[in-house]
């Protein structure tokens, strides 16, 4: 399996300048572009609905490793937020609500897409690294900039939401790992049809909090704002999860340390056994999740 290590290597040091150009933030003159995406890469292929006029699930809706099995693993992952700009905590809105998209970047297996307004923008950034057809293996590197574009510190909530339906089986089952206490530091997603499925390992800020359970409830938990509840293992059953952070963000202001950054890196493989009509999802990992809130002195 790939392995990143995320601020030490060339993916992990972002080199910042110090503009609101450099990230893709434009004065709120950008326009909407193109809200479907598709990537592909070395027999792997992942879709996006970009919000707005975007059509289908919200959000990455697909990733297809391999046509053998000819199905995706994933029904929806995105990010939700809410924020607190002195007044009280606003409702939780999906990143798109921030504004159009606003893409760059743009290649068969990678683009950049941008959403803001007066109080803040994130920008996500996507690369799809297939190994080839017929090794059932992909990796896709994912980064997600959050900048306070407002003039005085805002508290945000931030939100990861996963719905992989491995094999599409409606059997998995989700383990997260962690406590209140210490930070929620992994999950670990498994199919009863071969195979370990999902791992995802979490570096320091860890989640503050997090839930498993159905795709409608997690889901729900999510929207309404509400703390998510801590129920760490779930299934067999068509299963979800998600994660939330906590966090102020002090205004950008020019000063790369006040950006908070994602970065993932998700890796999947899919073995298939002699047996045509058995496939084993052995290890889709969702690498090393970092999230790191930098402040200036």
Same mark, same amino acid.
């Given at each position: 399996?790939?392995?990143?290590?995320?601020?030490? /290597? =060339?993916?992990?040091?972002? !080199?910042?300048?110090?503009?609101? !150009?450099?990230? /893709?933030?434009? !004065?709120f003159t950008s326009q909407g572009q193109a809200q479907n995406q598709t990537l592909s890469n070395g027999g792997s292929s992942a879709s996006f609905n970009l919000g707005g006029t975007g059509t289908g699930t919200l959000g990455m809706n697909s990733w297809m490793v391999d046509n053998d099995p000819g199905v995706s693993q994933l029904d929806q992952q995105w990010?939700?937020?809410?924020?607190?700009? /002195?007044?009280?905590?606003? +409702?939780v809105q999906p990143i798109n609500q921030l504004g159009a998209a606003s893409l760059s970047g743009v290649s068969a297996n990678g683009f950049t897409a941008t959403y803001?307004?007066? =109080?803040?923008?994130?920008?996500?950034?996507?690369?799809?690294? +297939? =190994? +080839?057809? +017929? =090794?059932?293996?992909a990796d896709l590197f994912e980064t997600v900039n959050v900048l306070n574009l407002s003039g005085a510190n805002i508290g945000v909530n931030f939100y990861q939401y996963g719905h992989f339906n491995l094999l599409q089986n409606n059997v998995n089952t989700v383990s997260i790992g962690g406590s209140l206490s210490g930070g929620y530091t992994f999950i670990q997603q498994t199919t009863m049809v071969g195979g370990n499925g999902i791992q995802?390992?979490?570096?320091?800020?860890?989640?503050?909090?997090?839930?498993?359970?159905?795709?409608?409830?997690?889901?729900?938990?999510?929207?309404?704002?509400?703390q998510l509840n801590g129920t760490t293992a779930y299934g067999p059953a068509d299963a979800a999860w998600a994660l939330e952070w906590n966090s102020t963000v002090s205004p950008f202001g020019g000063n790369a340390g006040n950006v908070w950054n994602v970065l993932q890196d998700q890796n999947m493989s899919i073995v298939p056994t002699p047996e045509p009509s058995t496939i084993a999802l052995i290890a889709m990992g969702l690498g090393a999740l970092v999230m790191a809130r930098r402040r200036s002195a």
């Open positions: 399996m790939k392995k990143e290590t995320f601020f030490e /290597g =060339t993916r992990g040091r972002l !080199a910042f300048n110090l503009s609101l !150009a450099a990230f /893709g933030v434009l !004065a990010f939700w937020y809410s924020v607190n700009t /002195g007044s009280g905590w606003s +409702g803001q307004n007066s =109080t803040m923008a994130v920008q996500v950034i996507y690369s799809l690294e +297939g =190994t +080839g057809s +017929g =090794t059932g293996g995802e390992s979490i570096n320091q800020p860890y989640a503050n909090f997090a839930e498993a359970g159905a795709p409608t409830s997690v889901m729900n938990d999510v929207t309404s704002g509400s």
